[in-house]
């Protein structure tokens, strides 16, 4: 009866020993869960850091495109450019091209801006002087749609035109087309 006391107390401190391992087993994977967990976390923040990384600099390199296109556009604006009349405040008319007008919008785009087109602006029939304000409202208006083709052709992309009301006062402005 001894050797099995003896025999039952041996087997009792290997249950012993196996469940202390178990335990210690158990209590170093709860500590790897929660290391894997906080690895887990970590990573998702590093992968959440790179994709807005990823979007700004793609938005960067979108930013650097555009100026280089418009940078380009303006080097070459006498492409497309057409003739306009300006018809100043004594309503006395003269001609040039448009490319200046449209070098002054691709400078306004560089910086982030859109520009008012100014009602002076007209693109008219050669020896036609005489013009009501009907007529001259239609010349200002192929005006805009001139410009908008040229800034198209220019940049390839095209432009938006909107009309605002500034001051009780209407005016058209000209914004880059994306």
């Known amino acids: 009866m001894v050797a099995a006391l003896k025999q039952l107390a041996s087997e009792s401190q290997a249950h012993a020993a196996v469940q202390k391992d178990m335990v210690q087993e158990l209590k170093q994977l709860t500590s790897d869960f929660k290391t894997q967990a906080t690895l887990?976390?970590?990573m998702t923040e590093v992968l959440k850091s790179m994709h807005a990384l990823m979007i700004s600099v793609s938005a960067e390199n979108k930013k650097q495109a555009r100026c280089a296109r418009l940078q380009?556009?303006?080097?070459?604006?006498?492409?497309?450019?057409?003739?306009?009349?300006?018809?100043?405040?004594?309503?006395?008319?003269?001609t040039t091209t448009s490319t200046d007008c449209a070098r002054g919008v691709l400078k306004s785009f560089m910086e982030g801006n859109g520009?008012?087109?100014?009602?002076?602006y007209l693109v008219r029939e050669p020896n036609h002087?005489?013009?009501?304000?009907?007529?001259?409202?239609?010349?200002?208006?192929?005006?805009?749609?001139?410009?908008v083709n040229q800034i198209h052709v220019l940049t390839g992309s095209k432009p938006r035109l909107d009309e605002q009301d500034v001051g009780g006062v209407?005016?058209?402005?000209?914004?880059?087309?994306?």
């Open 40 to 42: 887990q976390t970590a």
């Open 72 to 94: 380009t556009a303006w080097l070459h604006a006498e492409a497309g450019a057409f003739t306009i009349t300006i018809m100043n405040e004594y309503s006395q008319l003269s």
């Open 115 to 120: 520009q008012y087109i100014d009602e002076k």
């Open 129 to 147: 002087y005489s013009l009501s304000e009907a007529q001259k409202n239609e010349c200002r208006a192929a005006f805009r749609t001139a410009l």
């Open 170 to 178: 209407k005016r058209w402005a000209i914004y880059c087309g994306e």
